[in-house]
C-alpha cells in the first residue's frame, strides 16, 4: 500500500535464514567428497611366488652384509704376517748384553703370560734371556674351558724348537681350582677331569712335565685319606694319559693344604702306581713359610738334605724362585721380589751355588713391581749371585 512503510522480517525469521544458510555451506551431502587413493590391489600369490619373494629378500640382505663386511684374507696370510711380526718383536727387544748365565749350570726363566697364543709365552721367555720357563694352559677362572688350538699348539712347538727351549725345561702349572684331595665328590671328580684334560693339552705341546698343587682336605676328611684321594687322582689322569710326569708342588703349611711337610709328598708318591711319572717342585717361599729357614748359612743345606732322606732327590725335578714377605715358619703363602723378602740375598745366593739344584728348571714367580720392567733384571740379579757367573749384582 502506498505510503506504508515496508515491513522488515522480524527477528526469528532472521535466525531462521542463517541457519539455513548454514547449513547450506556445511552439508556434507553438498560438499564434494575428496579424493581418496586407490589401494592396489595384491595379486594373489602362490607358493611358488613367496618362495620367490623370500629368495629375493635373503639376496638383499645377503648383498647388503657383504658390503659391510671387509674382504677376507687368504687363509693362512694373517698367521703368517703375525709370526714375521713376533720375530721382528723379539730381535728388536732382544738383549744386547751377552747372555746372563756365562757358564752357570743353572737354569732360570719365568712364569709368563699367554695372553694374544699359548706360542707367546715361547717369545717372551726368549726376549728376557730366560732358559727355562712356566705357563698355564688355560682361564684360572673356569672349570671348563674350549679345546686347544691346534694351530696355536703347532706354533708353540715351532717355537720352543727354533729358540732351543727343550721340554723338560718347561713346568705348566695347574688352575688353582683343581683339589684333588676335596672330600667333596663333585669337586673332587671335576679336579680328576681337570687333571686329564691338562696332560693331554701338555701331549699336545710336546710336554713333559705338570706342575700341581696338591690339593686340601678343607677340615673334612683326615690326612692320610686326603694323600689317598690325591695319589688315586694321580693314578687316573696317568691311566688316561701317557707319558707325563705329574710333579708335585710343596705348600706353606697355610690352612688344610697338603704338602707342607715332605712326609705329606712321600706318602702321595708313595701311593702312585708309577713312580717314574711323580716328582717335586721345591718352593722357596713355601719351605721358607713352613719352618725351613733358607736365609740362613746352613739352612738350604738342612733342608735338601731333609728332603733327601724322607722323599728322595731323584724326585726333584724343579725349583719356584721366590722370595717371602713372611717370616720363617709363618705359615703364609706370599711370594716377594728376590732379595725383597726375609730369604733375603744371601739366602739366593746359596740356592744359585747349590749343585743339587743344576740341570733343572728354576722358575721365578715373583709379584709385579713398578722398579722392574720385567723379569729380566731378576733373571740377571740371580745369575749375578753365582759363583761362576764372575758379576755383581744389580743395586736393590
Known sequence: MEGQQEQKPDASARR????KNRTTRSDPVNKPSPVRKQRRKTPKTTPNDKTAQLS?????????????????RKKGVR???????????????APNYPQPWGSSQKYVGAHLSIQGGIWKAVLEAKRIG????????????????????????????RACQEYGFESHFILPHSPYLMNLGSPKSDVFLKSRVMLVEELVRCQQLGLTMY????????????????VKRIADGINYAHSEVPGITVVLENMSCQGSTIGGRFEELRDIIGHVTDKSRIGVCLDTCHAFAAGHNLAE????????????????LDYLKAVHLNDSKGEVGCRLDRHENIGRGHIGLEGFRQIMNEPRFDGIPMILETPYSPDYEDYSEEIDLLYSL???????GRNL
Open 297 to 312: 748359612k746352613y739352612g738350604l743345606k738342612h733342608m735338601l738334605d731333609d728332603f733327601s732322606r724322607i722323599v728322595g
Open 130 to 157: 730366560a732358559r727355562a720357563f712356566g705357563l698355564f694352559l688355560r682361564s684360572q677362572r673356569s672349570w671348563s674351558c674350549k679345546p686347544l688350538d691346534k694351530e696355536g699348539a703347532e706354533k708353540f712347538q
Open 211 to 226: 706342575n700341581i698343587h696338591p690339593g686340601s682336605c678343607v677340615g673334612g676328611i683326615s690326612v692320610t685319606e686326603c
Open 386 to 392: 753365582c759363583a761362576d757367573r764372575g758379576r755383581m
Open 79 to 93: 698367521e703368517k704376517e703375525d709370526d714375521k711380526k713376533d720375530n721382528k718383536d723379539i730381535s728388536q727387544r
Open 16 to 19: 531462521r535464514t542463517r541457519s
Open 56 to 72: 629375493t629378500r635373503l639376496k638383499r640382505k645377503n648383498s647388503t652384509a657383504k658390503r659391510q663386511t671387509p674382504p677376507k
